[in-house]
Every structure is written in C-alpha cells, then in structure tokens.
C-alpha cells in the first residue's frame, strides 16, 4: 500500500510541540445542571404563558 511521505517522518510535528498542561475545567454535578435546564425549559415557559394576554375571536 503507498504511503503520502515516509514512515520515518511520522508523529515529527508532535513531537517537538511543547507539553501544554491541560486546564482543569468545571462541570456542574449532573443532578443541578438538570435542574437548571429544567427551569429553563417549563417553568420560564410556563410563565410566559400565564403572562400573555388572552386572544379576542
């Protein structure tokens, strides 16, 4: 099978980049993330419903 470039060359580019640590990153605890999307999702909705005008026919 050919090959684009020799083997020998392989992995050269990420091999000279620097380590670069990883930033620790923070994620919300599942059970309040999903309460916060849920508020988001029924209770702001719920109440723009109750807030709107009822239409006249």
Do not use: D, F, W
């Amino acid at each position: 099978m050919p090959s684009h470039g020799s083997l020998t060359k392989a992995g050269k580019v990420r091999g000279q980049t620097p380590k670069i640590q990883a930033k620790e990153r923070h994620k919300e605890v599942p059970r309040v993330r999903n309460r916060i999307e849920y508020e988001k999702r029924v209770l702001k909705q719920t109440a723009q419903k109750q807030q709107r005008a009822p239409r006249r026919m």
